[in-house]
């Protein structure tokens, strides 16, 4: 099984629709949690840290599911400018560890 | 929020001529920095692990001495591709971390711009 896994997608959604991702992850010993986004060509951007009560937001809300090993991301009234590729990444429980980086959910929102 | 730099933000050089690309954390210190390499279509890839003073933690298939980091500050990586060959060619980024709390949006990492190299 992979450290972290991701739906590669693409979702292809319309404006407005609401679309959900979720990332799931091996070390049940993982410690912290972050989505972040990343247009073409360029870098990574954190979008959210993922709590254990959930974070929301505005539009985006991000969930950790602790029992099932997976966190999530919900986001609403999709926009045009979401469309973006979303990874997740998670930190182990140790600094020394390495962080994993999901593979990415390619988001197209279409008018 | 935190701010990383890198430079140059992209080269051209030849086959066989070394590249050094710099990556600076501007507005905090850096215990830990990382250095990615993606290619077109494909998720980021991890290279190295650096903390400021050791010697960089490298990914299995990762030549060290092909790809040498160094991270002599708290402020400070950098990553020089020596002998670049056109496979080589790749977007370089590199991500910097405050610290380690456990379970905590402290370690989020913050990524440079990217460095996107050709090599002819």
């Known amino acids: 099984r992979k450290e972290v896994e991701q739906d590669p997608g693409p979702f292809n959604v319309p404006e407005g629709a609401t679309v959900a991702f979720n990332c799931t992850y091996s070390?049940?010993?993982?410690?912290?949690f972050f989505w972040y986004r990343q247009d073409c060509r360029k870098e990574p951007k954190l979008l959210m840290s993922?709590?254990?009560s959930g974070n929301e937001d505005g539009r985006f809300t991000a969930q950790l599911n602790r029992a099932s090993q997976y966190i999530s991301l919900l986001i609403r009234d999709s926009k045009l400018s979401d469309s973006a590729t979303y990874l997740c990444?998670?930190?182990?429980?140790?600094?020394?560890?390495?962080?994993?980086f999901g593979t990415g959910t390619k988001l197209q929102v279409i008018p | 929020g935190a701010v990383v730099s890198q430079h140059p933000s992209w080269v051209i050089c030849k086959s066989g001529t070394s590249v050094k690309i710099e990556c600076r954390s501007l507005?905090?210190?850096?215990?830990?920095m990382f250095w990615y390499r993606q290619f077109p279509k494909q998720s980021l890839m991890l290279m190295a692990t650096s903390n400021e003073g050791s010697k960089a933690t490298y990914e299995q298939g990762v030549e060290k001495d092909k790809f040498l980091i160094n991270h002599a500050s708290l402020t400070l990586s950098t990553l020089t591709v020596t002998s670049a060959h056109p496979e080589d060619s790749s977007f370089y980024i590199c991500s910097a971390r405050q610290g380690w709390r456990e379970a905590s949006s402290y370690n989020e990492q913050f990524f440079g711009p990217g460095t996107r190299l050709t090599v002819l």
């Open positions: 993922v709590y254990s």
């Open positions: 990444v998670v930190n182990p429980p140790e600094s020394y560890q390495k962080v994993t």
């Open positions: 507005d905090f210190q850096a215990t830990t």
């Open positions: 070390n049940s010993a993982s410690q912290s």
